[in-house]
């Protein structure tokens, strides 16, 4: 048994918003106010970010068309006493589903505890493509 801290990646659509910036607050709010509901207060809501594919660089996952903003967020949790890293992946996507129900979760990132620190040898995206 062990203890993970897993990051998943969540696509927020959002409507009625004129800038970036409105789009990231009202999706941030959304899921807040979601989690908040489920008394799930221990997940941490952060800002997606992408990679330009031309240039590498780091940007915001956001975008707006015609009102609608679609807003990457990572939501990172701890999970204990997991069997294995796929185990605590599916107990991640369980807890935070609950809140955020018909929103397609992915996992981002996923690292080991030992003795309440971080193992740097965690699985990045692209590395496990298991979807639970």
């Known amino acids: 048994m062990g203890d993970y801290i897993v990051v998943l990646e969540a696509p927020i ?3 009625d918003v004129e800038s970036v910036e409105e789009a990231i607050e009202a999706a941030v709010n959304k899921v807040m106010t979601a989690l908040e509901k489920e008394k799930l207060d221990f ?4 800002l997606g970010y992408s ?5 590498g660089a780091h940007f915001e ?6 009102n609608i903003g679609l807003v990457g967020i990572y939501l990172t949790l701890k999970v204990f006493n997991a069997q294995s890293l796929e185990h605590a992946e599916r107990i991640a996507k369980a807890v935070v589903g609950k809140a955020l129900k018909k929103v397609p979760l992915k996992l981002f990132e996923i690292r ?8 740097n040898n965690g699985i990045e995206a692209g590395e496990n493509e298991t979807n639970a």
């Open 51 to 55: 990679k330009c594919p031309v240039c």
């Open 61 to 66: 996952s956001a975008f707006v068309v015609g």
């Open 112 to 119: 080991e505890l030992h003795d309440g620190r971080e193992e």
């Open 13 to 15: 659509i959002v409507k």
């Open 43 to 46: 997940v941490r809501v952060e």
